[in-house]
């Protein structure tokens, strides 16, 4: 499980919480003198809202980088030092399995090392930029 994930379980946790404190007279009537607990339950009516909309960030950031070939291909690109047509990465579904592998794309096909494996491609998104050094995070 990736950090965005567990940030997705969380916030579901959260909210599930928030859910039962929908009716602010019953925990009014009950929490006078505490004025922490109070000031708590406060805060977490607007958490459920708040955590909804940031699990919704998450689960956009990520799932989004995958393109579905159905919406939208890639600019057809050389790559300037192999100056070969530019590699993605694809998602491929094929009758008794998916996986993800790095293919070329041009002339408006999928190419694996010279076969077309256009048929096989369901999604692709661009390769990550290159590491730099002090720049992991």
């Known amino acids: 499980m990736n950090d965005i994930e ?19 007279d019953e925990f009014f009537h009950h929490m006078q003198g ?3 607990e109070l000031s708590f339950v406060l805060s977490a009516f607007g958490l459920s809202e708040i955590s909804k909309s940031i699990k919704k960030v998450l689960e956009k950031q990520l799932n989004s980088s ?26 491929l579904k094929f009758e008794y399995a998916e996986c993800t592998r790095t293919y070329k ?21 661009p ?11």
């Open 105 to 125: 794309f041009g002339r408006g096909k999928w190419w694996n090392h010279g076969a077309d494996m256009t048929e096989y491609v369901i999604a692709w998104q």
């Open 6 to 24: 567990k940030a997705i379980e969380e916030l579901e946790k959260l909210s599930r919480y928030a859910e039962k404190l929908k009716n602010p």
């Open 34 to 36: 505490h004025t922490t």
């Open 66 to 91: 995958w393109i579905p070939v159905s919406e939208r291909l890639p600019e057809e690109n050389i790559d300037n030092i192999t100056n070969d047509f530019l590699a993605y990465n694809v998602s």
């Open 127 to 137: 390769l990550p930029q290159p590491y730099k050094e002090g720049n992991n995070g």
